[in-house]
């Protein structure tokens, strides 16, 4: 078991293409990391530089306490899980487990020890003697999974090991992945662009943007407290919720957030825990609005906040829980961070028109269709701010 770490780590092609920019950051012993972003962020290019697949351009790569800039990639002592699992059809799933190991020439026993008991750990003992093509799709990647287990790495390195997989069985086999690691307590890199695995799955999780580290965090901080709008709007589903609006100061400490026809009074524990807001009075901000800080009036008592009355739009019931979608007459918030949110989803900024589509999650208790008008309300203890023009969170 190792620490990797990332010094002013960079990436650069051969016709001046820059991949990856002075990234800094430490992964350490038995940690599971997850590097997520949108496609062509670099996360995979990241991960290949550790494996030796890609050349390192600037800066150091540490495996525990050696530079692998100039190992090859068989002695940096790594095991690396792909998305295509990469299985040998024509050998055994006992062959393909200990493939590795024999080019390494150990004895024969301390293999079939070794493929014996991951077999086990992994549940496909049964399975040893099946040839890859008899397998289901999370069949072989339990396959690919144990041959990187025998191997007894310092580090385990996954490049989205789950894509190929239909939904159920992705969902099944992120549990799996959980226990496994907290079995073997292996230093783990893991890559994807799914942030339900990497909410799921991290310990912490590195996201990712145009070859820039944005924020490396807890899922739990990325979640309260995102460092930047690019962050804040791609952690979280439904995504958060973003309007212009105006601070001024109401009363001797109190504060209100103006946008359209409407005044919000910012909680007072929020402004305790986030002072810096009171620099901001007489200006214009970004604030966002996680779609589970809305509830329907009609089922809540405890939330201290704001009232809403909306007319809803789309309404999709997912069972346990609601989407309510509805429009404020606000111009919708489009900075470069969000243009490329929305070209991942297919849509322009054009689209949005002169008014702001917002997203509430609320309780199923109560059934809501479109075209009805509800009330909300919204837990102003619970907004996040951001100014307008550096993109940054206000602390």
Known sequence: MANITFEDVGKVYSDGTRAIEGVNFDITHGEFLVV??????????????VAGLEEISEGKVIIGDRVVN?????DRDIAMVFQNYALYPHMSVFDNMAFGLKLRKMPKNEIRGRVQEAARILEITEYLDRKPKALSGGQRQRVAMGRAIVREPSAFLMDEPLSNLDAKLRV?????????HTRLNTTTMYVTHDQVEAMTLGHRVAVMRKGLLLQVDTPFNLFQAPDNLFVAGFIGSPAMNFVYTNLEADGSEGMVAIFG??????????????????????????????????????????????SLD??????????????AHFDLDVRPVVTPDIEELLADSGATAASLGDST????RISSNVRVEAGERITLVVDNNKLHFFDPDTHLRIY
């Open 261 to 306: 026809n409407e005044r919000f009074a910012l909680g007072s524990q929020l402004l305790a825990d986030n002072r810096a807001i009171a620099n901001y009075a007489g200006k214009e901000i970004v604030m966002g609005v996680r779609p589970a800080s809305f509830e329907d009036a009609r089922v809540t008592s405890d939330v201290v906040g704001h």
């Open 70 to 74: 100039d190992v090859a990639p068989k």
């Open 36 to 49: 997520v972003g949108p496609s062509g962020c670099g996360k995979s290019t990241l991960l290949r530089m």
């Open 310 to 323: 909306v007319e809803l739009q789309v309404v999709e019931v997912l069972g346990s829980e609601t989407f």
């Open 357 to 360: 589509r917002i997203t509430a």
């Open 172 to 180: 099944q086999m992120r549990t799996e992945l959980g226990r496994l």
